[in-house]
Every structure is written in structure tokens, then in C-alpha cells.
């Protein structure tokens, strides 16, 4: 068979673009933009044998930052999102400042049963034993699955997960006064 013009450029275009899988914060198209303008076509999607975890603290957030771990029988809902492969290494930079997230081929599926090739974001070294994510970390995750409308079981189930408690840095302040003016 001999090989068009047209066969060509459509295997071309098809290498230049992905399926970028996101669980969290980043399935906000405001925020992803920040990394992928070309992020579009969002797609309710599934990882199965997945589970959403939170095992490296993060201190600046006071919370777990969120990952994906293999796990049978669970599963992740989160958007893909179709994005040009250019824009990949800006937003790899962006997850992997300091040595934290790294990419991996996943097998997606939709509300029926088609299976999709994408790319998702783990945690490169998990802390042991691992984090857990903040109460706010993890309401604004949820809030935004809602409105995206991530599968209501799935939200509950997130909303069961442990929590760390949040810091009130004015009460850690005052208390942290308080004990020295008592020394």
C-alpha cells in the first residue's frame, strides 16, 4: 500500500496530541489552561483499578498532594482532555517542581465500556507511611466534581476519606503568642 499526503499528515496531527487524564484541582479548565491553552473537548472519564491516595505532604498546602495508585476493583473519575503534545513539557515542569509527579500511560473508559489511551500524573516517591489530604484540599475537589458532574457515588466516596485537620494560622499565632507571654 502506498502511503498518501493525507494518510501522512493524519498519523502526524494524531502524534501531536493526547488524552491528558486529571483527578484534581486540574480538571478546572482555568487552572489547566495556566499550563495547556490547548486543553480542550473535556471528557468525563474513568480509571479503573485505580484509586485516589495523598502520599507526600506538602507544606506549603498543608495537605496530601493527590496521586493515583493501582488498586483492583476501585476506580478514579476525573476529565480528559484532548492537548497538544508541545505544551506537555510546561505542565510536567509545572507537577514535577521538586521531584514530585511523573507521567504514565493509562487505559480510560467512558461512561459505557470504550477503552481510551491517555496519560496521567503520579507521585514519583511517595512518603511512608503517607499523607492525607487536607479538609479544604479535599472539599475543593469535590466541589468541583460536582459541578463537573463526576459520579455522585464516587463524590461520596471521597467525602469519606480521612482528612488532615486545617491550620488556623490566626489561632496558631495567638496561641504561640499566649504561650510565650506565660514563660
Known sequence: MVE???????????????????YDVYMDVVRLHRYIPSAREPRLLRLPNYKLWFPKFFYPAQSGLPSVIRSEGD???????????????RFKGKLVMPNRYHMIDVRLTDRGSDKIAGVTYEITQPDFPESK?????LESIIALGTSLGLPDGYLEKLGALETLPDIDWDDAEGAEGKETAEN
Do not use: C, D, Q
Not at 480528559?80 to 506537555?88: P, V, Y
Not at 489530604?133 to 484540599?137: L, T
Open 75 to 89: 476506580e478514579v473519575w476525573g476529565i480528559g482532555w484532548r492537548a497538544s503534545t508541545a505544551e506537555l513539557p
Open 133 to 137: 489530604p487536607s479538609k479544604s484540599k
Open 4 to 22: 498518501t499526503p493525507l494518510a501522512e499528515s493524519f498519523f502526524e496531527a494524531r502524534a501531536k496530541e493526547m488524552l491528558l487524564f486529571t
